[in-house]
């Protein structure tokens, strides 16, 4: 039984060793990219999060549909002043990626991203 554990362990160790090894090198510029996006990704995170909140009062206070309207056209409103603010931004990002030839993805599925969300 301590064999196979070990024997186990040791498979183990190897294929994180080798995983490991492989990972492509982070340059400082790419580690300041990334910490670039996660900025941005957080300020739009935190942004939306405030939004909903100022809905969810805004319907709550809501007395007819007329008022439940107006709140869900300001809750609109803010999705597109925040993605206004944060487009040039992001663009920006690509930019400084692209002159280092990194393509930018922007996604939920693994097989869209590269490293951390940007692809070499």
Known sequence: MKTVLSTAL???TLIISSIASAAPAHTPEKQALFE???RI?????QGRIAILQ?????????????????????EKAGRQALRAELKPQREA?????KALGITMR???SPDRQ???GMEN
């Open 54 to 74: 100022e809905a969810e009062i805004c319907i709550q206070q809501a007395q007819n549909r007329e008022a439940f309207r107006a709140c869900e056209e300001k």
């Open 41 to 45: 990704e957080s300020r739009s995170h």
């Open 114 to 116: 590269g490293e951390l």
């Open 93 to 97: 990002l690509r930019e400084q990626a």
């Open 10 to 12: 040791i498979a183990t």
């Open 36 to 38: 670039e996006f996660k």
């Open 106 to 108: 922007h996604g939920h």
